[in-house]
Structure formats: structure tokens, C-alpha cells
């Protein structure tokens, strides 16, 4: 079984991101933008697998790009923060594109809300703003898939 811990829009807020990784000790890490200096303090405790996208306020930040597509257990992901999206405004955009792409899930933040929306093919997930406490799990085991939000 893989835990995935999906955070998102720290903003600053590294003891949030801090106490939620020590609670939870992922086998993978993923971060959709906004705080991405969080993540990088972080890799100094945390040596695991992760995958990271640029959010809108990551200007400063090392470029990550702003989506990648990344499979992790035959589940292939399109994560993004939803900035280029346009999400706060419908996730339209973002369901073509998981559709257009083939993905089995798509991981975006920006709007600060949790979401878990079930299509036929796909999975929308946004975990909420970990500057609030909230995060989100995802477990993947054989061929099964869970989706979980939780908050510190």
C-alpha cells in the first residue's frame, strides 16, 4: 500500500506542514504550489519521494512547472496548482485537460476549498489550504484507490 499526502497553498506556514508530515509519514509527497520554500525545508527532514508544481505566488521560487503528469502504481496524476486553470472560476478547464490527457486523477489547489469529485474516467482532488490545517490522503493499493481530507 502507497499514503500519498497532498498539500497544498502553505503559504508560509512551515510548522503546519511540519506537524502534518510528522503526523502522517507518507511513502510519497505531494505539493501543488504556493509555499513551495515549505516543501524545500521540509527536504531537509523528509528524504522520501516527492513531486511539486509552481502556484501562482511561487514566483521566487525554483521553477517546477506549473502541472506534470506523474504515475505513481498504474494511477497516472495530473497535478497542478489550477492557477493556469482558471479553477476559482469553474473546473471546467481542468476536467478537459484531465480528460484530454488520460489521467486517473487531478490534484490541484489555488481555491483553498477541499473537493472530491468523481467522473466516469477521472478523480478531481484538492486537498484544502495547509496554511489552515487541512491536507489531504490519498492510499493506493493494488488496484484500488481512496481519497481522503483531512485537518492538524
Given at each position: 500500500m502507497k499514503k500519498i499526502l497532498v498539500l497544498s497553498d502553505s503559504h508560509g506556514q512551515f510548522e503546519k506542514i511540519l506537524k502534518i508530515y510528522?503526523?502522517?509519514k507518507p511513502d510519497i509527497l505531494i505539493y501543488v504550489g504556493?509555499?513551495?520554500?515549505?516543501?524545500?525545508?521540509?527536504?531537509?527532514?523528509?528524504?522520501?519521494?516527492f513531486y511539486i508544481v509552481n502556484g501562482n505566488c511561487d514566483f521566487f521560487e525554483k521553477n517546477y512547472g506549473v502541472s506534470?503528469?506523474?504515475e505513481i502504481e498504474n494511477f497516472r496524476f495530473l497535478i497542478t496548482h489550477g492557477h493556469v486553470y482558471r479553477v476559482k472560476s469553474g473546473l471546467e478547464k481542468l476536467k478537459e485537460?484531465?480528460?484530454?490527457?488520460?489521467?486517473?486523477?487531478?490534484v490541484f489547489g489555488h481555491t483553498h476549498k477541499e473537493l472530491l469529485e468523481k467522473f466516469d474516467d477521472f478523480y478531481l482532488f484538492n486537498p484544502g489550504a495547509s496554511q489552515d490545517?487541512?491536507?489531504?490522503?490519498?492510499?493506493?493499493?493494488?488496484?484500488?484507490?481512496?481519497?481522503?481530507?483531512?485537518?492538524?
Open positions: 510528522e503526523k502522517e504556493d509555499g513551495i520554500g515549505d516543501i524545500e525545508e521540509l527536504s531537509y527532514i523528509y528524504q522520501g519521494e506534470k503528469i506523474i485537460e484531465a480528460k484530454k490527457l488520460e489521467v486517473q486523477v487531478a490545517g487541512k491536507y489531504g490522503l490519498i492510499f493506493i493499493e493494488n488496484s484500488n484507490i481512496n481519497f481522503y481530507h483531512k485537518k492538524i
